[in-house]
């Protein structure tokens, strides 16, 4: 079925751990974009990818490393887990930047 | 920093009534947009509306821009205990790149 799917849906892991998250759409959209969801600050934008091999910062991009090597597939690496990592991290797709966008539902990070 | 704020932060109401939510923003905008979500989901796409137009319809949904105030407002109709989920606005900045995401309203409605 067409649609997005992150992948683990939950996670628990230790600081100074690297961890991935997961990212696969289904529908060829042009952008994707990984966003952290904290109380208090709603969604927030840590980086956005344009195409296959273009990738930008958002508003929170340090301690994270994104790739783009296909266009279906958007991976997050946080290289060195810190406590202030630990959220909910959607990503999500759309043909445009600006365009509505598909997203995911979520992959909820705790950090101990 | 928020490109949308939204207003009130948390709304509670009865089923059957309208619940309506405001949101602000800062710059020029090309579009934008309100979301959904409902606990543990992901967010879901309601409604676009354009710096061109001033008022959109969607089944129970109305929402209406004025870019003069920077401000628009979603209202959804005859409110069912299903619509209770975090609603959002989205702008973009112009750039067409990427949307800003408001902190959202938390809209609970009671059976």
């Known amino acids: 079925d067409a649609g997005i799917t992150q992948s683990p849906r939950y996670k628990i892991t230790e600081t100074g751990r690297q961890v991935t998250l997961m990212c696969h759409q289904t529908?060829?959209?042009?952008?994707m974009f990984w966003y952290r969801q904290d109380l208090g600050h709603g969604l927030r934008l840590i980086y956005y990818?344009?195409?296959?091999?273009?990738?930008d910062k958002g508003e929170v991009p340090d301690g994270y490393v994104v790739s783009r090597s296909k266009t279906e597939n958007f991976p997050l690496t946080l290289e060195s887990a810190t406590r202030s990592q630990t959220s909910v991290y959607f990503c999500?797709?759309?043909?445009?930047?600006?365009?509505?966008?598909?997203f995911g539902d979520g992959t909820r990070l705790s950090i101990l | 920093s928020q490109q949308g704020e939204e207003d009130p932060q948390a709304l509670s109401i009865q089923e059957g009534e309208n619940a309506t939510m405001n949101c602000s923003y800062k710059?020029?905008?090309?579009?934008l947009q309100w979301y959904r979500q409902n606990s543990g989901r992901g967010l879901v796409h309601l409604i676009l509306?354009?710096?061109?137009?001033r008022e959109k319809h969607s089944g129970r949904l109305r929402v209406t821009l004025d870019t003069s105030k920077k401000s628009s407002s979603l209202l959804i109709t005859a409110s069912r205990a299903a619509d209770t989920a975090s609603y959002f606005c989205?702008?973009?900045?112009?750039?067409?790149?990427?949307?800003?995401f408001g902190s959202g309203t938390q809209l609970t409605v009671l059976p």
């Open positions: 999500a797709s759309s043909e445009k930047g600006n365009q509505p966008q598909h």
């Open positions: 529908w060829s959209h042009s952008y």
């Open positions: 990818s344009a195409a296959a091999d273009i990738t």
């Open positions: 710059t020029s905008i090309n579009n």
């Open positions: 509306i354009r710096s061109n137009e």
């Open positions: 989205a702008t973009d900045d112009g750039s067409a790149r990427q949307l800003t």
